[in-house]
C-alpha cells in the first residue's frame, strides 16, 4: 500500500493478486490533500488487519447485493423489511445483476430505472429499488469495494404522492355493520378504533390484553417470511413463532418485532373493543371443546376455529371484497337515485387507511397532537403533526366559522 499523486489528486494505491494469482493495482482516490491521504491510507491499513478491507475486481452486483443483504439487512431488519429488500434486489438484478461492481455506473443504474418505467412500473417502486440501491452501495464505500456511489448522481423517479383516504365515522360505521357477523368485525375494531397495523392486528395475543386495565401491549407482529430465515432468527429468539406454510412449503407466517422500537407500548382499549375480544375468546374456548386435540394453541386474540392465526394477506382481500360487496347492493338498489348511489359508496380505500382514518377521527375531535402521536406510537409528535398537517389546517379553518357562529348578530356598519 502506498501514495501516489497523479497532477493535483492523490491516491492509495493497493497490490492485490486477482483470481488468477495476477498482480494487479488498485487506486482509491483521496484528495489534494497529503494530510487525507495518509489518514486514508491508515484507516484502510486498520481495515485490514481487522479483515474488513476486501478488493477484488470479480465481484459481481448479485453477489455482493446477497452478502450485503446476510451481512448488514437480515441480522438487523424484521421480516417484513426483509422481503421487501428482497423484492427490491430481485428486481434490481435483473439488468444490473451481472455486471462487475466497479463497472456499474450512474448512466447504467439511470437506464435500469427508465426500462422500469417503461415496463409499468410507478414511480414510488422505481424509489424504492433506488433506496435499496444507495443503501447498499453505501457500505460498498465504507467497505472499499467502491471509491465513490454512483447512485449519488443518479435522477432517481420522485414518489407518488401518497393518496390517503380516511373514511367518515359515518362510512366507517357502515363497514363495521357489513362486517357485524363475519370474522372480519374483530380486526376492523381494532384497526378504525385504534390504529393498529394489519400485521399488529393479526399477531395480536391473549398475553398482550391486559384485561384489567382495558389495554393491549403491542410487541409484535405477524408477517410472512422465508422458512429458512424463520428458523434461524428463531434459534436466536429474534421471532417468537412461526408456522402456517404456504403450499410450496418455503413460506411460512412469522410472529416477529414490530416495525420499530418506538411502535412497542400500550394502547387503551374501547369498551367495544373489549366486548369484541371478550366475545371472540368465548368462541375460542368453545373451538377448544369442539375440536380437541385438533385445536392448535397459539394464543393469538383473532384466529380461525382450529387456532391458527389470520394471514395479513386474507385479512386484505376479505377488506377489499366486503367493501366492494357493499358497494355493489348499492348500485343495484333501484330505489335510490343515481345522485344518491354516488354519495353512499365506499371509497376503495387501502387496509392500512383505517391506521389514517383513526388518527384523522382523533384529531377532528379535537385529541391533542401529543396524544395521537403517542395512540400511533410515533417517535415523535413532530412527525405525526408533519403527516396530517392537512387535518389540521382543516379545522383551523373552523375557528373561522366558530367565531362567526358566535358573533353572527354583528353586522358592519
Given at each position: 500500500?502506498?501514495?501516489?499523486?497523479?497532477?493535483?489528486?492523490?491516491?492509495?494505491?493497493?497490490?492485490?493478486?486477482?483470481?488468477?494469482g495476477k498482480k494487479k493495482y488498485k487506486w482509491i482516490k483521496s484528495g489534494t490533500s497529503i494530510r487525507d491521504a495518509q489518514k486514508l491510507e491508515r484507516q484502510m491499513l486498520t481495515d485490514v488487519n481487522r479483515g474488513q478491507l476486501v478488493i477484488s475486481d470479480k465481484i459481481i452486483v448479485k453477489d455482493f447485493l446477497i452478502r450485503w443483504m446476510d451481512a448488514a439487512i437480515k441480522p438487523n431488519k424484521r421480516p417484513a423489511t426483509i422481503s421487501n429488500y428482497e423484492n427490491q434486489i430481485k428486481n434490481l438484478v435483473r439488468s444490473l445483476g451481472d455486471i462487475t461492481l466497479e463497472k456499474l455506473n450512474a448512466l447504467t443504474i439511470q437506464e435500469h430505472y427508465n426500462a422500469e418505467s417503461k415496463r409499468g412500473l410507478k414511480p414510488?417502486?422505481?424509489?424504492?429499488?433506488?433506496?435499496?440501491?444507495?443503501?447498499?452501495?453505501?457500505?460498498?464505500?465504507?467497505?472499499?469495494?467502491?471509491?465513490?456511489n454512483p447512485c449519488d448522481v443518479v435522477d432517481a423517479p420522485k414518489r407518488n404522492k401518497p393518496k390517503n383516504a380516511?373514511?367518515?365515522?359515518?362510512?366507517?360505521?357502515?363497514l363495521l355493520d357489513m362486517a357485524q357477523d363475519t370474522n372480519l368485525y374483530l380486526p376492523l375494531l381494532l384497526g378504525f378504533l385504534c390504529g393498529l397495523r394489519r400485521g399488529e392486528i393479526c399477531g395480536?395475543?391473549?398475553?398482550?390484553?391486559?384485561?384489567?386495565?382495558?389495554?393491549?401491549?403491542i410487541t409484535h407482529s405477524l408477517d410472512r417470511m422465508d422458512k429458512e430465515d424463520a428458523i434461524k432468527l428463531k434459534a436466536k429468539g429474534e421471532i417468537v413463532w412461526f408456522g402456517c406454510e404456504n403450499k410450496t412449503g418455503t413460506n411460512v407466517l412469522a410472529l416477529g418485532p414490530v416495525k420499530t422500537d418506538d411502535s412497542e407500548g400500550f394502547i387503551p382499549l374501547s369498551s367495544l373493543v373489549m366486548e369484541a375480544i371478550k366475545l371472540e375468546e368465548e368462541r375460542q374456548e368453545a373451538n377448544r371443546v369442539?375440536?380437541?386435540?385438533?385445536?392448535?394453541?397459539?394464543?393469538?386474540?383473532?384466529?380461525?376455529?382450529?387456532?391458527?392465526p389470520?394471514?395479513?394477506?386474507?385479512?386484505?382481500?376479505?377488506?377489499?371484497?366486503?367493501?366492494?360487496?357493499?358497494?355493489?347492493?348499492?348500485?343495484?338498489d333501484e330505489e335510490l337515485t343515481d345522485e344518491e348511489k354516488e354519495a353512499k359508496?365506499?371509497?376503495?380505500?387501502?387496509?392500512?387507511?383505517?391506521?389514517?382514518?383513526?388518527?384523522?377521527?382523533?384529531?377532528?375531535?379535537?385529541?391533542?397532537?401529543?396524544?395521537?402521536?403517542?395512540?400511533?406510537?410515533?417517535?415523535?409528535?413532530?412527525?405525526?403533526?408533519?403527516?396530517?398537517?392537512?387535518?389540521?389546517?382543516?379545522?383551523?379553518?373552523?375557528?373561522?366559522?366558530?367565531?362567526?357562529?358566535?358573533?353572527?348578530?354583528?353586522?358592519?356598519?
Open positions: 500500500m502506498s501514495i501516489q499523486k497523479k497532477g493535483d489528486t492523490y491516491y492509495v494505491v493497493i497490490m492485490y493478486h486477482d483470481a488468477k414510488t417502486s422505481i424509489q424504492y429499488q433506488h433506496a435499496v440501491l444507495k443503501q447498499a452501495l453505501d457500505k460498498a464505500v465504507a467497505w472499499r469495494f467502491l471509491t465513490n380516511v373514511y367518515t365515522p359515518e362510512q366507517t360505521q357502515v395480536l395475543r391473549t398475553l398482550d390484553i391486559d384485561m384489567n386495565k382495558n389495554a393491549a401491549r369442539e375440536f380437541g386435540t385438533a385445536y392448535q394453541e397459539n394464543d393469538f386474540v383473532w384466529a380461525w376455529e382450529d387456532g391458527r389470520y394471514d395479513p394477506d386474507y385479512f386484505y382481500h376479505s377488506f377489499k371484497k366486503l367493501i366492494k360487496k357493499y358497494n355493489n347492493e348499492i348500485r343495484k359508496l365506499l371509497p376503495d380505500i387501502r387496509l392500512h387507511d383505517m391506521r389514517h382514518t383513526h388518527a384523522t377521527l382523533l384529531l377532528r375531535e379535537k385529541i391533542d397532537i401529543k396524544i395521537v402521536s403517542k395512540k400511533l406510537r410515533h417517535k415523535r409528535a413532530s412527525f405525526t403533526s408533519d403527516y396530517y398537517q392537512h387535518v389540521q389546517n382543516d379545522m383551523q379553518n373552523e375557528t373561522a366559522t366558530a367565531m362567526d357562529k358566535l358573533f353572527s348578530n354583528n353586522k358592519p356598519h
